[in-house]
């Protein structure tokens, strides 16, 4: 069974920075893409950032470009999003997903997401 836990989210003024954390189990980490998504209150789930299984090829939605940061270590079968020059439009909960493909996807085609961590940006 696929368990995903992120870890990191809080409250940060803007301008600051967090780095999220999503630790896997379950499966083999590197053979698979990650992807990182938000959901802000009243609004629709969407996609922040993805990664190839082995690290190669990463996404970002054009919100976060230039501020955001994926990586992954597979040794520890985790995936990272670190996050730079906050905003207040960033605030929502983030969740981790892990699809069923090497290659990251900007859709919600992923098979397993974890419960979410939040994350505040004060203005």
């Known amino acids: 069974q696929v368990q995903l836990v992120e870890s990191g989210g809080g409250l940060v003024q803007a301008g600051g920075s967090l780095r999220l954390s999503c630790t896997a189990s379950?499966?083999?980490?590197?053979?698979?893409?990650m992807g990182w998504f938000r959901q802000a209150p009243g609004a629709e789930r969407e996609f922040v950032a993805g990664v190839s299984s082995r690290g190669g090829v990463t996404l970002y939605a054009d919100s976060v470009k230039g501020r955001f940061t994926i990586s992954r270590d597979n040794a520890k079968s985790t995936v990272y999003l670190q996050m730079n020059t906050l905003e207040p439009e960033d605030t929502a909960v983030y969740y981790c997903a892990q699809r069923n493909a090497f290659a990251p996807t900007r859709s919600t085609d992923y098979a397993y997401w974890g419960q979410g961590t939040q994350v505040t940006v004060s203005s």
């Open positions: 379950g499966r083999t980490f590197s053979d698979y893409a």
